[in-house]
């Protein structure tokens, strides 16, 4: 095994220009660690935020971003026992993703499904698990009830989309441009709409014989929000997801009265990590829903390592239709 790998390393906190590919040594492995030979990381808007100092979790430079991989294990350090060298992995953690390797607690990892490729595997969980404990634990979607998807050309919006046909749900769909409504559409939603457009309540409320949708499913946040709550139905649930926008919505409490819709909020990590038996459980269930190709991501842009700066930058102009990755083989 190379004492060195490859990586793409942000070097100051001023963005994609501050990406650099170097040589990074390869450090020891602690007990229940293992090393990963990466095949493919996802990019996600967190990578993006870090290297302007911006998100939640502020690494000091230097840092490698990268949220999710998928690849091959390589080495095995003491105490680990549920994986062997040449296993298809996936991965997370909070960074060091954008590399040739990578060093994981082996509670980090998880086999990667027969049915996906490395580079659906390293941006498959993530969006897959917040879609499913948005519109099963939380929202309890079931067959026939019409959903209003906000940010569907995104990762998580994506896999809302898929997760909610799979359901049988109706739905309707968010995005920004001709080519994302079309995407969306193919992805399975019914109807997908201009979120622009300033009929967007009325036209959603047109599509529902005027009684509004049953849930709405929102990663966006903004003024776009506060629309979304009036085409909601009496008695709806509405899903805060994140905010990728920017702006973190203020919703009217009086309004939500009226129409006696709940506001619910949600966040699948840290309910997993508080909740081990919901983990389980939420584990076992996409696992099944993987093999069976649900949610399988849509990735309309592939990079190499070398161009790293430039998958963020792609990220940054909002040009990603569901998901972008960072392959080494490319």
Same mark, same amino acid.
């Given at each position: 095994m190379a004492s060195t790998y490859r990586a793409a390393v942000c070097t100051a906190l001023t963005g994609p220009d501050s990406i650099r590919v170097e040589d990074i040594e390869?450090?020891?492995?602690?007990?229940?660690?293992?090393?990963?030979? @990466? &095949?493919?990381?996802?990019?996600?808007?967190?990578?993006?935020?870090?290297?302007?100092? &911006?998100?939640?979790?502020?690494?000091?430079?230097?840092?490698?971003?990268?949220?999710?991989?998928?690849?091959?294990?390589?080495?095995?350090?003491?105490? @680990?026992?549920?994986?062997?060298?040449?296993?298809? @992995?996936?991965?997370? !953690?909070?960074?060091?993703?954008?590399?040739?390797?990578?060093?994981?607690?082996?509670?980090?990892?998880?086999?990667?499904?027969?049915?996906?490729?490395?580079?659906?595997?390293?941006?498959?969980?993530?969006?897959?698990?917040?879609?499913?404990?948005?519109?099963?634990? &939380?929202?309890?979607?079931?067959?026939?009830? !019409?959903?209003?998807?906000l940010g569907a050309s995104g990762g998580v919006g994506m896999a809302a989309v898929k997760l909610a046909k799979h359901r049988g749900a109706r739905i309707i769909a968010t995005g920004s441009s001709d080519k994302k409504r079309k995407a969306i559409e193919d992805a399975g939603a019914d109807h997908s709409l201009d979120p622009a457009d300033p009929e967007l309540a009325a036209k959603v409320k047109a599509l529902t014989d005027s009684k509004g949708v049953d849930v709405v499913f929102d990663p966006v946040g903004g003024d776009l929000a506060i629309t979304a709550t009036r085409s909601i139905s009496w008695g709806g649930r509405y899903l805060i997801v994140g905010f990728a926008s920017g702006d973190i919505p203020s919703f009217p409490a009086n309004h939500a009265l009226i129409k006696g819709y709940s506001l619910i909020g949600l966040r699948a990590g840290e309910s997993a990590r508080r909740d081990p038996e919901l983990a389980k459980r939420s584990e076992q269930a996409l696992r099944s829903l993987a093999e069976q190709g649900v949610m399988r991501p849509h990735i309309s842009h592939s990079f190499a390592l070398d161009d790293a700066a430039d998958a963020l930058r792609v990220l940054e102009q909002r040009a990603v239709i569901g998901r972008a990755v960072i392959e080494m083989t490319l």
């Open positions: 390869a450090p020891p492995l602690k007990a229940g660690e293992v090393r990963i030979a @990466v &095949k493919a990381a996802g990019l996600n808007f967190p990578d993006l935020l870090m290297t302007y100092g &911006k998100y939640q979790f502020r690494p000091d430079p230097p840092f490698i971003p990268g949220l999710e991989v998928a690849g091959t294990v390589i080495e095995i350090g003491e105490a @680990v026992t549920g994986l062997s060298l040449g296993d298809r @992995v996936m991965g997370g !953690s909070k960074g060091n993703g954008f590399a040739e390797q990578i060093v994981l607690p082996e509670t980090a990892i998880r086999s990667l499904p027969a049915a996906l490729s490395f580079a659906e595997g390293a941006c498959w969980h993530g969006a897959a698990i917040t879609a499913w404990h948005a519109l099963n634990d &939380k929202a309890a979607l079931h067959e026939g009830e !019409s959903i209003l998807i």
